[in-house]
T-cell receptor
Framework: KQEVTQIPAALSVPEGENLVLNCSFT??????LQWFRQDPGKGLTSLLL?????REQTSGRLNASLDKSSGRSTLYIAASQPGDSATYLC???????????FGKGITLSVRP | DTGVSQDPRHKITKRGQNVTFRCDPI?????LYWYRQTLGQGPEFLTY????????KSRLLSDRFSAERPKGSFSTLEIQRTEQGDSAMYLC??????????????FGPGTRLTVL
């Protein structure tokens, strides 16, 4: 059974800091991995999707990397801004199964 | 088409009542998913459809839950005889698989259910 872990549960940083959010998964046989952002009381916004054959994806100030062999992914946020404050969720799709298995998320607070 | 929509956004009901939620996916998407999210947790998979076929159901989906996607477009999720433990955010997502799609899942705003 695939399990996804995101530690720590919460993170507070000053504005402008570069930061890394970690995600680990137990079954390395994944199809793809997706990072989402969720604002309080809202749905999820897809940030980046990495296919199993890829090592990283970039979008603006965001860069996600994938190391299947070690069961890890990181989301790098450059020059953080208060508007980046949200919960960041990592989700893995395992093999041919289409469901996503989510971590519990990391709640990020960027202080002005 | 601006994205996945869900209706209603909020639902308060009394224990024992039946409720039905609707999800309208992005128009060309052939896959539709339902998830449930409780406070402080990540979303948990409930079920998904490819076109009108329901291909997988989670063990979380008890016999009080039923989902349909009759014409391969919108979907409904019904909960019968609601219990307080059903209180959660119900999220719908859609994706395009094949035909150049990457199966990236796009989520709707969710329906927040409160069972009193």
């Amino acid at each position: 059974k695939q399990e996804v872990t995101q530690i720590p549960a919460a993170l507070s940083v000053p504005e402008g800091e570069n930061l890394v959010l970690n995600c680990s998964f137990t079954d390395s046989a994944i199809y793809n991995l997706q990072w989402f952002r969720q604002d309080p009381g809202k749905g999820l916004t897809s940030l980046l999707l990495i296919q199993s054959s890829q090592r990283e994806q970039t979008s603006g100030r965001l860069n996600a990397s994938l190391d299947k062999s070690s069961g890890r992914s990181t989301l790098y946020i450059a020059a953080s801004q208060p508007g980046d404050s949200a919960t960041y969720l990592c989700a893995v799709r395992t093999g041919a199964n289409s469901k996503l298995t989510f971590g519990k998320g990391i709640t990020l607070s960027v202080r002005p | 088409d601006t994205g996945v929509s869900q209706d209603p956004r909020h639902k308060i009901t009394k224990r024992g009542q039946n409720v039905t939620f609707r999800c309208d996916p992005i128009s060309e998407h052939n896959r539709l998913y339902w998830y449930r999210q409780t406070l402080g947790q990540g979303p948990e998979f409930l079920t998904y459809f490819q076109n009108e076929a329901q291909l997988e159901k989670s063990r979380l989906l008890s016999d009080r839950f039923s989902a349909e996607r009759p014409k391969g477009s919108f979907s409904t999720l019904e909960i019968q005889r609601t219990e307080q433990g059903d209180s959660a955010m119900y999220l719908c997502a859609s994706s395009l698989m094949g035909r150049g799609g990457t199966d990236t899942q796009y989520f709707g705003p969710g329906t927040r259910l409160t069972v009193l």
